[in-house]
């Protein structure tokens, strides 16, 4: 049976989701994540990836809890983070995430926890980190002001500056804080000291790295601005006061800026090379009403303190050092794909191309020898471990998730844009489909609007629509990363009529193929998607069904409702008014004609519930016909087993309805 047709099969594969390599080189240990027995649930894992193309993945941990975060020290032991019980412990008190280490040999333990659970961790140089959230105010009596706070029935949060949650939680009333504790070789607990007392949000999502000596820690630290607003900025933290200038001694950690600009936000992942020397981040450009968004690799020198953008136009999606530490490895989106790219630190620093092929790269772990392990994946293959060889060659390492027959091909099409920019994407056409058996045609618009359809995706898998009959295209309008800053330029401060003109012509072209049926057709997206599924509703009727997902409907609503809002005021500022009511879909509400399927999910922060309600009433009361399929436990994206089945099944049944002309079915799950 197709892992594609029957939902249950697909929703229960198991999914690799990161890799890391020993400081010696001879052991890949992965978190992978699968369906828990209840088949509610996912739950992760620790895995063993053997080096050897014949060995056998092994499963490290097994707990109902899962495990999570796995980090090397440089001894070979590995670190991780989970809820799971301690069974030395007695009295536990609440339930969350604790670091635990798992020696080469023996069972894992418990070796730090805190009140508010311990969510990320590095180690180096002797050295471990972790961060953690911690209500303000004294250390000793934090638990039970928890336990206070929970008894009482409080939940509310008193805020003084934004923001104030981000992407599914609320931010607070705790801190994200750093702890730091010199720890040799399988240590038993760590006595670890709070790095920085009291940081307000600043370590929010911190990125951060150890450096080799183990004395220096190098994170991501926000810093409020005037008007809501804020930046990002590269600090460091000197564990030695002596390495400080003007430390005295007892004083403690020492905090310096390493990098800060206010026209540029400096962001994870946080890499330090192995010599110590060096850093390597991202460093976004701030977008305003005329200038797009950029993100380049940045890398500064720990001695001179000069840092310098390497690796041209790229967008860097992950960063590792070669362990020469004279080379970067970058993994970047590039005309459809996703190659590891090597950037040298010497010259101009111009990348260099390490894999040829089609293929999504993410987890890179370079080793001595020249080679790199990582992730491999495509539009047509989930992420597997891989070693890519110096020369490129790339050879498939044993997996814990099963190679699969996809029902269909996977074809590159492209098209001319009105001022003659090439538009790309890709073409999934099912199996069967000919010029006597035309497909139906889907077109899937990808989110962002910075992001490209290169990668195999769980959530919005073209290949369960393949298995029903669609051919589905997934193109790069404008605003797609891995085309150069100009193709983002293109769609800056117009999003809905460039990309939308690109989207057709792309659309246009592929409906000349004599295995597509140029009359059944429908369009689909999320996010930024969801955004063009509503601008190309009431822009054009020549679709038979629309489906949006997380959508943005009314602009200056938005804005001012997501988590980030100082990221729209960036782009829209002055203009604001003139370019919400020029972009803003809702104000073409009277040109629909097309039905509409809407989702969302109620734990969306990104594009909050609000945009879905009223998109919804806004069809209801104008007689669009449209239903709307709602998640009160869901956020931006659909991750719990059940509703995935459930969300393939109402698209698929609406699509049926109005594409394929078929009465309408209401899923059973939904009965």
């Known amino acids: 049976m197709s892992h594609f047709r029957d939902m249950s099969e697909y929703i229960a594969l198991p999914r690799v989701l990161s890799l890391r390599l020993s400081p010696d080189g001879t052991r890949l240990v992965s978190v992978v994540q699968s369906l828990n027995p209840d088949k509610k649930s996912y739950g992760t894992a620790l895995w063993e990836i053997p080096l050897d193309p014949e060995g056998r993945p092994h499963r490290l941990t097994r707990s109902a809890k899962g495990e999570a975060g796995a980090e090397f020290t440089p001894n070979g032991e590995v670190l991780f983070v989970s809820r799971r019980p301690d069974e030395t412990v007695k009295d536990e008190g609440e339930e969350v995430p604790a670091l635990w280490l798992l020696p080469e040999r023996g069972e894992p333990r418990r070796i730090a926890e805190r009140p508010g659970g311990v969510a990320a961790v590095r180690a180096a140089g002797g050295t471990i980190v972790y961060a953690a959230d911690v209500l303000p105010g004294d250390a000793a009596s934090e638990a039970d002001r928890r336990k206070a706070r929970k008894e009482a029935g409080i939940s509310a949060i008193l805020h003084e500056g934004y923001p104030i949650r981000f992407w599914d939680h609320d931010l607070g009333p705790g801190q994200t804080r750093l ?23 600043s370590l929010e999502r911190a ?10 820690v190098v994170t991501t630290w926000f810093v409020p601005l ?9 600090v460091a933290i000197d564990l030695d006061p002596a390495a400080g200038e003007g430390a005295e001694a007892g004083s403690g950690p020492r905090r310096r800026v390493l990098a800060a600009s206010d026209a540029h936000d400096f962001d994870g992942p946080v890499v330090i090379s192995p010599d110590g020397r060096f850093v390597a981040c991202l460093r976004e450009r701030h977008a305003t009403e005329e200038l797009s968004a950029a993100y ?22 992950d960063i590792a050092w070669a362990p020469s530490s004279d080379a970067v490895f970058i993994a970047a989106d590039h005309q459809g794909r996703r190659p590891i790219f090597r950037v040298p630190l010497s010259g101009d620093g111009e990348p260099v191309r390490v894999t040829p092929d089609d293929a999504a790269y993410l987890e890179l772990c370079p080793a001595a020898d020249g080679s790199v392990y990582a992730l491999r994946s495509a539009v047509s293959a989930p992420p597997a471990p891989v070693r890519v060889a110096p020369d490129g060659a790339v050879t498939a390492l044993p997996s814990p998730v099963p190679a699969l027959e996809l029902p269909g091909t996977l074809t590159e099409v492209s098209a001319l844009a009105d001022d003659g920019t090439e538009i790309r994407g ?9 010029a006597e058996n035309p497909a139906p045609f889907l077109l899937w618009i990808h989110g962002g609007p910075l992001g490209s359809w290169n990668d195999w995706s769980w959530r919005w898998n073209p290949w369960i629509m393949a298995e029903h009959g669609y051919a589905v295209l997934l193109p790069d309008p404008c605003m797609s990363t891995g085309y150069g800053q100009g193709m983002i330029d293109r769609g800056w401060g117009d999003w809905g009529p460039v990309t939308h003109a690109d989207l057709m012509a792309i659309t246009d072209e592929c409906l000349k193929l004599p295995e597509i049926d140029d009359q059944r057709i429908a369009a689909m997206g999320g996010s930024f ?32 409702t ?17 370019r919400y009511a020029r972009l803003s879909p809702h104000n073409s509400l009277g040109e629909i004609r097309t039905p509409m399927l809407v989702i969302h999910g109620d734990k969306d922060y990104r594009v909050p519930i609000g945009e879905g309600l009223r998109l919804w009433w806004d069809l209801q009361r104008s007689g669009v016909e449209s239903k709307f399929l709602y998640f009160p436990d869901e956020n931006h994206w659909v991750l719990k087993p059940g509703n995935a089945v459930v969300w393939y099944q109402t698209v698929l049944a609406f699509l049926a309805q109005h594409v394929l002309g078929e009465e309408w079915t209401r899923p059973d799950t939904l009965a």
Not at 226 to 234: F, K
Not at 296 to 317: I, M, N, S, Y
Request: charged share 25%.
């Open 207 to 216: 990125s951060f790295d150890v450096t080799p000596d183990g004395g220096t």
């Open 426 to 434: 890709w073409l999934v056409l099912p199996a069967g489909a000919s």
């Open 529 to 560: 998607g969801g955004y063009m599924a509503n601008w190309v509703a009431g822009h054009t009727d020549r679709f038979r069904a629309i489906v949006t997902h997380a959508s943005l409907w009314n602009l200056e609503q938005f804005a001012g």
């Open 562 to 578: 997501t988590d980030a809002s100082m990221y729209w005021e960036r782009e829209f500022g002055s203009v604001g008014a003139e």
């Open 226 to 234: 005037p008007g809501g607003t804020l930046r990002s900025e590269l």
């Open 179 to 201: 702890f730091a504790a010199r720890a040799g070789a399988a240590p038993e607990r760590l006595d670890a000291d709070d790095l920085v007392p009291d940081p307000g949000r």
């Open 296 to 317: 380049r690799l940045w890398v500064l020198d720990l001695e001179t303190g000069e840092g310098r953008e390497l690796g041209g136009e790229l967008f860097p999606t």
